[in-house]
C-alpha cells in the first residue's frame, strides 16, 4: 500500500466528520483505520494523522478536544477526539 499523502489524511477526515452530526467526534483511529485494515500499517499512519489533525486544528477546520475540552496538538498526550471547528464548511 502507497503511504497517503496529508491531503488525503485531510479529506478523509472531513468526509468522517461530514458523515456525523456537528455536535458528534471521530478518533484519529476511525481515520487511520479507513486508510488501512492492517494494524501495523494504520498504526504507523497514526503520527500523520494526528500532525493533519493538528494542522486542521489551526485553520479552524477541527477541533482537537480531550475529555471534552478543547486541546492544542501537539502538547496533549493521550486519546483524542476530532469535531467539527468553526471554518470546518
Excluded: K, Y
Aim: glycine letters at 4%.
Amino acid at each position: 500500500m502507497q503511504s497517503p499523502d496529508d491531503a488525503q489524511v485531510a479529506a478523509l477526515i472531513r468526509r468522517l466528520l461530514a458523515q456525523r452530526r456537528p455536535e458528534q467526534s471521530i478518533c484519529p483511529s476511525e481515520v487511520a483505520r479507513a486508510l488501512s485494515d492492517d494494524a501495523a500499517v494504520w498504526r504507523n499512519l497514526m503520527p500523520q494523522v494526528r500532525a493533519v489533525a493538528a494542522a486542521a486544528a489551526c485553520a479552524g477546520v477541527v477541533r482537537v478536544t480531550q475529555q471534552g475540552r478543547t486541546v492544542q496538538l501537539p502538547d496533549v498526550r493521550g486519546p483524542i477526539r476530532l469535531m467539527r471547528g468553526p471554518h470546518f464548511d
